[in-house]
């Protein structure tokens, strides 16, 4: 099966890494997706960078943190679990009371097993997460007057940088899919790597083709700044030539099959998704509204942006009691769980790479005579077929497939292919 190798390569070897926006998690991650895959482009932006509204922040790393109480014993440890630290923390090394160090504490009281996954990228603090059981058991058994001695041995680079993969597989065409993914969540399977197997599963399956009919681009980035400083570094090509594609995240349950459509649920992606799922017998699936967004669709349908990239989940984040806590490991995601999704997401790119979506290339209505598609003799029948060119030109935008086209003005797809190609010989689309 294509997807044993990576579920299993992220089960042991990735998850255990601590990832965040910047620093050596993510860059071991990559390090290790470019040794299954020599081709991928590990690419970097410096840090301060402007993009857009925002900026590359300072490349963090972490080697430690840990807090010992009064007898000596290491009762909170980074090594053992990397999300008991909140992202991002800055370093510090002094000797604290028990309620200042609870002050700095991050737990769920309702999931008392569970410790939180907790950041705070963009303003400097630091503190450390907790099951609530231990949070309980630490206010219980020690006194206000007891201190505690905290360390973490973090580092911010202002000269550092933010990292990201790409892979591409060139079609016979200069239209492109986009799949993108993140990896910038510390030791979580199904909001972090879940759509990272089933990422690299698809470039597995795909790069075998040797004639594709549109072009895949894969990438591999840090949530929100990670698609923010993408799109600001690769906006005239995403725009000329991505037609649609998707955002891979909570991939990997077996609880759900749900989506995103993109900003107005009318892309090709959005009909190839829907197509996949009526191919697959997939009956039971829910379909988000772009209100709930909280992942890279945001960014990639933003105004202005609009790639009209559709998201594709298991169940979706912040759905599922586990997300963003320790109890999102490998119990939750299991092989038939991804298994299930890459289905789904390999289904939705064969539908898309394979339908036709046409292309005005005239702006504003073109001059059919002078190409022998406007009559110079009026009948009724020659008016009826110029106004069926006229017709499928107003949707040959790029946002519409030939079948959609034909339902837009009412003919058959076989008369409306014909129509497509009769226009592509007189050089009006592509």
């Given at each position: 099966?294509?997807?044993n190798?990576y579920?299993f390569?992220a089960?042991?070897?990735?998850?255990?890494?601590?990832?965040?926006?910047?620093?050596?998690?993510?860059?071991?991650?990559l390090?290790?997706?470019k040794?299954?895959?020599?081709?991928?482009?590990?690419?970097k932006?410096?840090s301060g960078?402007?993009?857009?509204?925002?900026?590359?922040?300072?490349?963090?790393?972490?080697?430690?943190?840990?807090?010992?109480?009064?007898?000596?014993?290491?009762?909170?440890?980074?090594?053992?679990?990397?999300?008991?630290?909140?992202?991002y923390?800055?370093?510090?090394?002094?000797?604290?009371?028990?309620d200042?160090?609870?002050?700095?504490?991050f737990?769920i009281?309702?999931?008392?097993?569970?410790?939180?996954?907790i950041?705070?990228?963009?303003?400097?603090?630091?503190g450390?997460?907790?099951?609530?059981?231990?949070?309980?058991?630490?206010?219980?058994?020690?006194?206000?007057?007891d201190?505690?001695k905290v360390?973490?041995?973090s580092?911010?680079?202002?000269?550092?940088?933010?990292?990201?993969?790409?892979?591409?597989l060139?079609?016979?065409?200069?239209?492109e899919?986009?799949?993108?993914?993140?990896?910038?969540?510390?030791?979580m399977?199904?909001?972090?790597l879940?759509?990272?197997?089933?990422s690299?599963?698809?470039?597995?399956?795909?790069?075998k083709?040797?004639?594709?009919?549109?072009?895949?681009?894969?990438?591999?980035?840090?949530?929100?700044?990670?698609?923010?400083?993408?799109?600001?570094q690769n906006?005239?090509k995403?725009?000329?030539?991505?037609?649609?594609?998707?955002?891979?995240?909570?991939?990997?349950?077996?609880?759900?099959?749900?989506?995103?459509?993109?900003?107005y649920?009318?892309?090709?992606?959005?009909?190839?998704?829907?197509?996949?799922?009526?191919?697959?017998?997939?009956?039971?699936?829910?379909?988000?509204?772009?209100?709930?967004?909280?992942?890279d669709?945001?960014?990639f349908?933003s105004?202005?942006?609009?790639?009209?990239?559709?998201?594709?989940?298991?169940?979706?984040?912040?759905?599922?009691?586990?997300?963003?806590?320790?109890?999102?490991?490998?119990?939750?995601?299991?092989?038939?769980?991804?298994?299930?999704?890459?289905?789904?997401?390999?289904?939705?790119?064969?539908?898309?790479?394979?339908?036709?979506?046409?292309?005005?290339?005239i702006?504003?209505?073109?001059?059919?005579?002078?190409?022998?598609?406007?009559?110079?003799?009026?009948?009724k029948?020659?008016?009826s077929?110029?106004?069926?060119y006229?017709?499928f030109?107003?949707?040959?935008?790029?946002n519409?497939?030939?079948?959609?086209?034909?339902?837009?003005i009412?003919?058959?797809?076989?008369?409306?292919k014909?129509?497509?190609?009769?226009?592509k010989?007189?050089?009006?689309v592509?």
């Open positions: 099966m294509t997807v190798r579920y390569l089960k042991k070897t990735l998850f255990p890494l601590n990832r965040s926006l910047t620093g050596k998690g993510i860059k071991n991650t390090k290790i997706i040794k299954e895959f020599p081709k991928l482009k590990i690419k932006i410096k960078t402007k993009v857009f509204d925002w900026r590359i922040p300072q490349e963090w790393n972490i080697s430690d943190a840990f807090i010992i109480d009064k007898n000596g014993n290491k009762i909170i440890d980074f090594k053992k679990n990397n999300l008991h630290i909140v992202g923390s800055k370093p510090i090394n002094k000797t604290i009371s028990r200042n160090l609870l002050n700095n504490l737990t009281k309702k999931q008392p097993n569970a410790i939180p996954y950041t705070s990228y963009y303003k400097k603090r630091w450390f997460c907790l099951s609530f059981n231990q949070f309980k058991k630490l206010k219980n058994e020690y006194k206000k007057s201190k505690f360390v973490i041995k580092s911010f680079n202002k000269k550092g940088f933010l990292n990201y993969g790409e892979f591409f060139k079609g016979n065409s200069s239209d899919i986009l799949i993108s993914t993140y990896v910038c969540h510390p030791s399977a199904n909001n972090e879940s759509g990272p197997i089933v690299m599963s698809l470039i597995n399956y795909f790069k083709f040797k004639n594709l009919n549109k072009s895949l681009r894969f990438i591999f980035i840090p949530e929100t700044i990670g698609s923010i400083a993408y799109i600001k906006f005239n995403l725009k000329s030539n991505v037609i649609g594609g998707y955002n891979l995240s909570c991939i990997g349950d077996e609880k759900n099959h749900s989506c995103m459509m993109s900003k649920e009318n892309s090709p992606s959005d009909e190839a998704l829907l197509e996949a799922y009526k191919k697959l017998k997939i009956k039971k699936y829910k379909i988000y509204s772009f209100l709930k967004r909280g992942s669709e945001r960014q349908n105004p202005g942006i609009d790639l009209k990239i559709t998201s594709i989940f298991r169940t979706k984040y912040g759905e599922f009691p586990e997300y963003h806590t320790s109890l999102d490991n490998f119990k939750l995601v299991t092989l038939k769980g991804v298994q299930g999704g890459f289905n789904v997401a390999k289904k939705s790119i064969m539908i898309l790479m394979n339908k036709i979506i046409p292309k005005n290339k702006l504003c209505e073109p001059q059919m005579g002078k190409r022998g598609l406007y009559p110079t003799i009026s009948t029948e020659k008016k077929m110029t106004k069926n006229m017709n030109l107003q949707y040959a935008d790029g519409n497939s030939i079948e959609k086209i034909a339902n837009k009412n003919l058959s797809f076989k008369l409306t014909k129509i497509f190609l009769k226009l010989s007189k050089n009006l592509y």
